[in-house]
């Protein structure tokens, strides 16, 4: 399984979560495009107007399976080790599912204001159609 996670390479926030979670994955799951990065985003048929509504999870194997805002957040939630006891107690909440993506669009809208905005894109060590040795190594073993 591989997935494809698009963050805000200019969001302070956006950074500081992909970059937990590829020190979590290490480049075993998942592959990393910036949207700032139109050219790669054409590949998958993704707009900068698309990105505006939130970080985008796609499912390589399965290119028509995404999420996109509070719903990829949890995908990815649920694909990580123990994650998907969270997600599952976490959407049994009464009311939570409903608050939770209340709250990430009020995060989206107002995330450089909140978190500030960096002054140049990052670029994940673990970039799409890049897989790097060490997690070919790691995934081969």
């Given at each position: 399984?591989?997935?494809?996670?698009i963050?805000?390479?200019?969001?302070?926030?956006?950074?500081?979560?992909?970059?937990?979670?590829?020190?979590?994955?290490?480049?075993?799951?998942?592959?990393?495009?910036?949207?700032?990065?139109?050219?790669?985003?054409?590949?998958?048929?993704?707009?900068?107007?698309?990105?505006?509504?939130?970080?985008?999870?796609?499912?390589?194997n399965?290119?028509?399976?995404?999420?996109?805002?509070?719903?990829?957040?949890?995908?990815?939630?649920?694909?990580?080790?123990?994650?998907?006891?969270?997600?599952s107690?976490?959407?049994?909440?009464?009311?939570?599912?409903?608050?939770?993506?209340?709250?990430?669009?009020?995060?989206?809208?107002?995330?450089?204001?909140?978190?500030?905005?960096?002054?140049?894109?990052?670029?994940?060590?673990?970039?799409?159609?890049?897989?790097?040795?060490?997690?070919?190594?790691?995934?081969?073993?």
């Open positions: 399984m591989s997935y494809i996670v963050y805000d390479g200019n969001c302070n926030l956006c950074v500081t979560l992909v970059q937990v979670l590829e020190n979590i994955d290490k480049g075993q799951l998942f592959e990393y495009i910036p949207m700032q990065n139109l050219e790669v985003l054409k590949q998958f048929s993704i707009t900068a107007e698309d990105c505006e509504m939130g970080m985008i999870l796609i499912d390589r399965v290119p028509e399976n995404r999420w996109q805002g509070s719903n990829a957040a949890e995908e990815i939630g649920i694909i990580l080790p123990v994650g998907n006891m969270f997600v107690a976490y959407r049994s909440l009464p009311g939570a599912k409903w608050m939770g993506d209340r709250f990430y669009e009020q995060i989206r809208d107002n995330r450089y204001t909140i978190f500030g905005k960096r002054s140049t894109t990052y670029n994940s060590p673990y970039p799409v159609g890049c897989k790097t040795s060490l997690s070919e190594e790691k995934g081969s073993t």
